[in-house]
């Protein structure tokens, strides 16, 4: 045990096969209430083994079914994965084309097992933009799990943090110009409950996979405070052993928002 801990402290990879180890380092009172993940490095993963990157794209699916069921396990509240950004259009028609049918895909798949966890699912980003395929799918998922209390599942798609300022922006604008806002009043509360997280608590933990360090125009405003875990994993090989691992070394952050050591 002692030699256990003297590894976490250090950092040493060696405990992260330990879930046993993690979960009774891991202290539920103090879990995050949100974590956010940008889901990457599936091509990488998939070029690596000699296979296309839809290959890696499906092998990712997999990774989110499992952070899924171990986020509503452990009880935390919110759950945002990054899925589509808007400049992932640029990508190549039929990279997008699979994406999209694998979002199909997992919706139908898996929304009888997220109801049965009490999990609700939401699409955060500019959804209208979406082919009609994916949107169908996302309202039967939101309709059928809207009403569940658990775990709130967030799917970022279309998503990007300056088009949500930008959509934020305007809807004020709108409110100012009908004269039902001052723009005297405008504050970081009101802001807030014009992005597409409103009501719900910033993330407390970041997490990228794929050696990237970077954000990607994810949740620019709302990470302000938000404690940043990266991994040189690629996202199919993440598993719950990850999310524990991550969710220990937060526990062990020292947050200060601008204030002092605690
Ligand atoms: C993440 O994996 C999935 C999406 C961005 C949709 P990538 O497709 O970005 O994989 P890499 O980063 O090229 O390895
Ligand atoms: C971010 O990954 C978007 C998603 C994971 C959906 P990207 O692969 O698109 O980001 P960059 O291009 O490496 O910054
Ligand atoms: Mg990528």
Not at 35 to 64: C, F, K, Q, T
Not at 107 to 124: F, G, M, P, Q, W
Request: net charge neutral.
């Amino acid at each position: 045990m002692l030699k256990k801990l003297v590894n976490l402290w250090r950092g040493n990879k060696d405990f992260n096969q330990d879930e046993a180890f993690l979960r009774s380092a891991l202290d539920l009172s103090r879990l995050p209430r949100h974590v956010a993940i940008i889901m990457d490095g599936n091509g990488r993963w998939a070029h690596r083994r000699g296979m296309p990157r839809a290959y890696g794209h499906r092998a990712g699916v997999e990774s989110l079914r499992e952070v899924v069921r171990t986020s509503a396990e452990l009880g935390l509240d919110v759950l945002t994965v990054y899925a589509f950004s808007t400049e992932n259009w640029k990508r190549p028609q039929e990279e997008v084309d699979i994406l999209m049918d694998l979002l199909v895909e997992y919706l139908h798949k898996e929304i009888d097992e997220l109801c049965t966890n009490n999990i609700s699912v939401r699409a955060i980003g500019r959804i209208k933009d979406l082919p009609l395929s994916a949107r169908e799918a996302l309202a039967v998922a939101w309709q059928r799990s809207k009403d569940n209390t658990g775990l709130t599942l967030n799917i970022a798609l279309n998503y990007g943090g300056r088009t949500e300022l930008v959509e934020a922006v305007k809807s004020i604008g709108v409110e100012v110009s009908k004269g039902n806002l001052d723009p005297g009043d405008i504050d970081e509360k009101i802001i807030s409950d014009y992005l597409y997280t409103a009501g719900q608590p910033d993330p407390d933990i970041l997490i990228r996979p794929s050696g990237d360090y970077r954000v990607s125009n994810f949740l620019l405003w709302q990470l302000a405070y938000t404690e940043f875990w990266l991994t040189t994993v690629m996202w199919p090989d993440f598993r719950r052993i990850h999310l524990l691992q991550a969710m220990v070394d937060f526990q062990r952050r020292d947050r200060r928002f601008g204030g002092l050591k605690k």
